[in-house]
């Protein structure tokens, strides 16, 4: 076996291997997984809306695939996607509604500030990994709580009177679309999915054809023998957070700005940013690879809802399926180990 | 109302509260003691807390008020079943232990749910009837002053969490199977040459953490919420994991953190109809064991270093 399809395979039989126990899950319970499976499919293309609604979980998918991918080149491990998401959702509401602009700027200003906020959510792991050398994970774990707990207090006693969710951003800062709505059957597909697309080039193109690129890329490598070859490594870490952080804003930004139009109180995680970190993983954080690993995860998200309406399956069965898959990728080591005692086998 | 009065109603709420903070920690403080980092915890929760409610509504009947103790006893050995998964992945398969963890807690939040609407076709379960009930300790409590804070009003579990701490301290630092779990963590090549089994060790301590989470989420189930949902379990692992770090890996640190944390949670929950805290608003409160965490890891009050192993799987030759 090459070792560029190696590459590919280890991938692909982990999700074979999280649909196959997910299918004995469902037979175990008394379910039939054919149909069960074919309830989920029927619920990502069934019809034009399902489409549009995949495409809509699909978009914060990628951006956040994108956030933890981007870090894992430099090798951090940004495992606060998920409260930088939250405060870029917020921030970009905010925008959304405090100003009174035209669109041409009112909508760029509220993308952007989604960035910013997560980007800045995103400095301080990196800089306390930086100056500290405090690992990034824990870091940044403690600040998905703490994000969790200050938006809800903003939204709560800043944004609103003692209310649970803002009032509607302003039409011109809205990422809503008319035409994807009549071309879907009024699914809530928005323009995200261009923000999320020119994310991935951009992605690209920092890490493939800059310089700035190749020496994350170093620093993901070899630490040592960046600074050794004059790279700033302290810098290098920060500027890796800092655009991560800013892709994973973008993701609540798009739920803000595009899916909902407000921002409201959480009881709990949006659990977008964990499913991030399996998105990046199954794509071997690539720009390219993220794309497919979100259209399978996002995919599957949303067809998930369709199986308890046709085949009484709880939903969560997906999650189990996508948390398996995770196992499986991370344990590759059992994957490889497995095919080449196959491989024996043959010979 | 005095100062007294509020000490009355805000030290038995924050020892409750850091009972299952208690637990949990101690449980992270084998594992990465050991050099497996268990990001887990918190879905080592998730499971204690669905097994320790769906047993006490199946079995209250039966075992009565004895139920709830029974309760924690099945959700420890639920939750050293489920760490055996991050055991085989982080040990034997040399996964990335944090990835394995992310996973453990996506898996443990989608499994219990999934079981929830099939047993009882409902995003959360019924609410249980038999739960720890609140004791006065005998003698302890008739201490003058110190008595009718600490030891009137508890519930017996917690006041167990503490001893615990000592005798996990006792473990670690007074036992051969402790100085083993410590040498593994710190310097695993060491620890095989001097004829360690490393994996073994790793595995007992991986399986140990999953035991103590699981008894820290059915108290929190049974004592707080009663009844089990998606939200039951929100957060408290991760806190649990604070506390560990804030009590620098050391179990009575842990104690420490823990009840400190405790205290935290107690005031936003107690704080708003208390004189004296009521003018802090409750997200203080809120996130203080999160930013203090993140402070005490940079190293302004005394700094924490994570054992020098943790994180890396042991391949046995390599060097």
Known sequence: ?347 | MDFYQVLQIIIPSMIALAAPLIFTSLGGVFSERAGVINIGLEGLMVIGAFTGIVFNLMLADVFGEWTPWLAVIAAMIAGLLFSILHAVACITFRADQTVSGVAINLLAVGLTMFLVKLIFDKGQTDRITETFPRIDVPLLSDIPFIGPIFFANGYYIVYIAILISFVVWYVLYKTPFGLRVRAVGEHPMAADTMGVNVTKIRYAAVLLSGAFGGIGGAIYATIFSNEFNHATINGQGFMAIAAMIFGKWHPIGAMGAALFFGLAQSLSIVGSSLPFFKDIPSVYLLIAPYVLTIIALTGFIGRADAPKASGQPYIKGKR
């Open chain 1, 1 to 347: 076996m090459s070792k560029h399809l190696s590459k590919l395979t280890s991938p692909l039989i982990a999700v074979i291997l999280g649909l196959v126990v997910g299918a004995i899950i469902m037979l175990a319970s008394g379910y039939d997984p054919i149909a069960g499976y074919g309830s989920m499919i029927g619920g990502i293309v069934g019809d034009s809306y399902y489409v549009g609604e995949s495409v809509r979980t699909i978009i914060p998918y990628i951006l956040a695939g994108l956030a933890v991918a981007f870090a894992f080149r430099t090798g951090l491990f940004n495992i606060g996607v998920e409260g930088q998401l939250i405060v870029g959702w917020l921030a970009a509401v905010w925008v959304g509604i405090a100003f009174d602009l035209p669109r041409i700027i009112h909508l760029p200003l509220a993308i952007l500030a989604g960035a910013v906020a997560g980007a800045l959510w995103a400095f301080i792991p990196g800089y306390l990994k930086a100056k500290f050398r405090v690992h990034e994970v824990i870091v940044s774990i403690m600040l998905n709580y703490t994000a969790l707990h200050v938006t809800n207090y903003l939204i709560r006693n800043v944004l609103t009177d003692k209310l649970d969710k803002t009032e509607r951003i302003a039409d011109t800062a809205s990422l809503r679309s008319p035409f994807f709505e009549s071309i879907t059957d009024f699914s809530r597909m928005h323009w995200g999915i261009v923000v999320a697309i020119i994310c991935v080039i951009i992605m690209w193109f920092i890490l493939e054809r800059t310089k700035t690129g190749f020496e994350l890329k170093a620093v993901g490598f070899n630490q040592h023998a960046s600074e050794y070859a004059g790279m700033s490594v302290n810098k290098n870490i920060i500027l890796s957070m800092v655009i991560s952080g800013a892709f994973a804003g973008l993701a609540g930004a798009m739920e803000g700005l595009g899916t909902f139009g407000y921002a409201a109180v959480k009881g709990g995680f949006t659990g977008m940013g964990f499913d991030g970190i399996a998105v990046a993983l199954l794509g071997a954080n690539t720009a390219i690879g993220v794309v497919l690993a979100a259209l399978l995860f996002g995919g599957l998200k949303a067809g998930a809802l369709n199986m308890p309406l046709e085949t009484g399956i709880p939903s969560e069965i997906v999650d189990i399926v996508i948390a398996l898959i995770i196992f499986f990728v991370a344990s590759s080591y059992f994957i490889r180990w497995i095919a080449a005692r196959f491989k024996k086998g043959v010979k």
